[in-house]
Every structure is written in C-alpha cells, then in structure tokens.
Nanobody
Framework: QVQLVESGGGSVQAGGSLRLSCAAF???????????MGWFRQAPGKEREGVAT????????YYADSVKGRFTISHDNAKNTLYLQMNSLKPEDTAMYYC?????????????????WGQGTQVTVSS
C-alpha cells in the first residue's frame, strides 16, 4: 500500500499563491511502481476535476484549461513528493485538492484510473 499525505492548503486572497505538497509513504516497491501522479479538486456541489498530472519519470505534464499558465505541477523523485505551485489564484479555485498516484504504465492524464488517493487539503480563495 501507498499513503499519500497532502499539505500546504489554506486561505488566501485573490491573486495570491499557495504551494501544495503530497508526500508518498509505503512499501518501496509500490512507490517505485508509481509512474503517474496528479492533482484533482472538488468544490461543494460540483464534480471532481482533474487539475494537472505528471509522469514521475519525465517532464510530460497535463493541465486543465482553467489553470494553464497559473499552476505548475512538479515531482521530486528523491523525496517521493509531488507539488502544485498555484499562482494568481481566483475565487473559483476554491476547492478540496486531492493528490493521486497511478502504478503500472500507460497514459497519464486525469481520465485514467488512479490507484492511490490522499485525504485532501482545503484551498479557499477570497475576493
């Protein structure tokens, strides 16, 4: 099993920045087999939205149109940690943000099935 622990959420004013982190814990074998990680978010009354994904072995990334140019996803293999730098935050970015990881192989984008999920970290942006 792999446990994903998010941190870095909080409350900011519009235009501000936050950096989310997601640390992976568990059996080394399982962590080694993670090839794709991503950030998702869900606002009250709305469906879960894929924000960004990244191949952990390279630089290939995906971003939702709503965050392109404002958010940056990155991964530190040595620390088994995923990041999401969020700049120019807007009130519509308010949501619970979840980290997810996928093992095995194949495509890496929000539409694939992710194996492990974190508990989430709240981001609130006020106008």
């Amino acid at each position: 099993q792999v446990q994903l622990v998010e941190s870095g959420g909080g409350s900011v004013q519009a235009g501000g920045s936050l950096r989310l982190s997601c640390a992976a814990f568990g059996y080394t074998y399982n962590i080694y087999n993670i090839y794709c990680m991503g950030w998702f978010r869900q606002a009250p009354g709305k469906e879960r939205e894929g924000v960004a994904t990244i191949y952990t072995g390279g630089d290939s990334t995906y971003y939702a149109d709503s965050v392109k140019g404002r958010f940056t996803i990155s991964h530190d293999n040595a620390k088994n940690t995923l990041y999401l730098q969020m700049n120019s935050l807007k009130p519509e970015d308010t949501a619970m943000y979840y980290c997810a990881a996928r093992i095995g192989g194949g495509l890496c984008y929000p539409g694939v099935d992710f194996t492990y999920w974190g508990q989430g970290t709240q981001v609130t942006v006020s106008s």
